[in-house]
């Protein structure tokens, strides 16, 4: 049992927990909470923590074949991220894709989400929620967009994480072009130029381009568009959030494929 904070994992959880670079070096990331346990795959889990009072009151029967790290109360807390911690979380590996990855096992036409530069873990956690229920193929993320496996995105996905294949793009125009190549069609979500989004027919291969939650898409992004196609705005409004207009655009494409 650990039962101090000083102790060299709870340091090295601690500094997962806080550092993007870490997680990116060691390939490992933190999943907190029972519901985000429950959802990760245990074949991806290094290991995992619990407080002595969480494993009196709880079954670890889901977690067969795991290695258990019991971990005194109030020590937990100096590991855990959430300010009311439930006495679990879990260590686990990164999946690090590849967009040919990706598109080789997809046998429907392809359905991807291209995400550029958004920074808002709140937005890029409902978006692989809205992404999971519309069946999105994938999701491409900008080497500048928030980092999915930050503690605030993992929860807000709601275990989607671990459901909606994603792609960390070191190349994001490189993708945008390989899609082109594969027969995606891309449509940029734009205002300038550009057509109601029910207009266009979604049933073949196509990838929905959304730009960050202030700038919009980068002028590189939207000249490698095939359309440019736009949500009508009421009132004095200019654009809706970027997860409200990924969830439109994506349902819409899922509603004409029936």
């Excluded at 009072?53 to 258990?68: C, P």
């Excluded at 260590?91 to 894709?97: G, N, P, S, W, Y």
């Excluded at 082109?180 to 300038?192: F, H």
Aim: aromatic share 6%.
């Amino acid at each position: 049992m650990i039962t101090s904070s000083s102790n060299a994992q709870i340091k090295n959880i601690t500094a997962l927990q806080k550092l993007s670079k870490e997680r990116k070096r060691q390939g490992l990331f933190v999943a907190e909470g029972r519901k985000m346990c429950l959802e990760a795959p245990t074949q991806l889990m290094e290991k995992l923590y619990v407080t002595e009072s969480y494993a009196a009151e709880n079954s670890l029967e889901e977690f067969a074949g795991v290695s258990v790290e019991m971990v005194k109360d109030s020590v937990f807390h100096a590991m855990a991220e959430t300010k009311t911690p439930q006495g679990i979380l879990a260590l686990m590996k990164r999946e690090d894709r590849r967009l040919s990855d990706v598109l080789a096992g997809e046998k429907e036409a392809p359905l991807i989400l291209a995400l550029e530069n958004l920074q808002d873990p709140g937005n890029l956690g409902t978006i692989l929620r809205s992404s999971e229920g519309a069946g999105v193929s994938a999701v491409l993320l900008s080497p500048g967009c928030v980092d999915i496996y930050s503690p605030k995105v993992t929860r807000s996905t709601m275990g989607s994480l671990f459901r909606v294949p994603f792609v960390l793009s070191e190349d994001f125009l490189g993708d945008l072009a390989e899609l082109k190549k594969r027969g995606v069609t891309r449509y940029a979500a734009v205002l300038e130029k550009s057509r109601v989004y029910t207009e266009p027919d979604y049933a073949s291969p196509c990838a929905f381009l959304i730009g960050n939650e202030g700038n919009g898409l980068s002028h590189e992004a939207v000249a490698l568009a095939d359309e440019r196609i736009r949500i009508p705005m009421g009132g004095k409004l200019e654009s809706l959030n970027a997860s409200v207009a990924a969830s439109l655009l994506i349902y819409e494409a899922r509603r004409q494929r029936g």
